[in-house]
């Protein structure tokens, strides 16, 4: 297998089983809709259960809105002078 190949992971295989007939557009779109539902779901769990490890709390977010965490910009010096 090509490193460009990837297996199906046991999501994609069950999705597969489940919806082997072509569906509407109107289905399909219901269909995005609740995926795309479920997976929120699991990243606001996996947010919530992060910010409860970490103890974080409003204070915390408050902060982190006023902390410059970005790297400064350095243009590159122009190898061709004019």
């Not at 046991?10 to 795309?36: R, T, Y």
Request: charge should be neutral; hydrophobic fraction near 35%; charged fraction near 30%.
């Amino acid at each position: 297998m090509s490193s460009s190949e990837k297996t199906l992971s046991n999501a994609q295989v069950e999705i597969l089983k489940l919806f082997g007939d072509n569906l509407s557009e109107a289905e399909l779109a219901d269909l995005k809709k609740i995926l795309l539902a479920f997976k929120l779901q699991r990243v606001v769990q996996l947010a919530d259960k992060t910010w409860e490890d970490k103890g974080w709390s409003q204070e915390t977010m408050d902060k982190f809105l006023q902390m410059h965490m970005r790297t400064t910009y350095k243009p590159k010096e122009s190898s061709n002078p004019q």
